[in-house]
């Protein structure tokens, strides 16, 4: 159980990740929609 839910919690965290960075990179070029 513990190991699916770890396996969820990275999946997500690494999906937050990946969005913040888009964020960061975008707010120089396209992408000044977020914020």
Do not use: I
């Not at 190991?3 to 960075?21: A, C, H, T, Y």
């Amino acid at each position: 159980m513990s190991g699916v839910w770890l396996f969820n919690n990275v999946n997500g965290v690494m999906r937050l990740v990946d969005r913040s960075e888009a964020m960061e990179g975008g707010r120089h070029g396209s992408g000044g929609r977020r914020k």
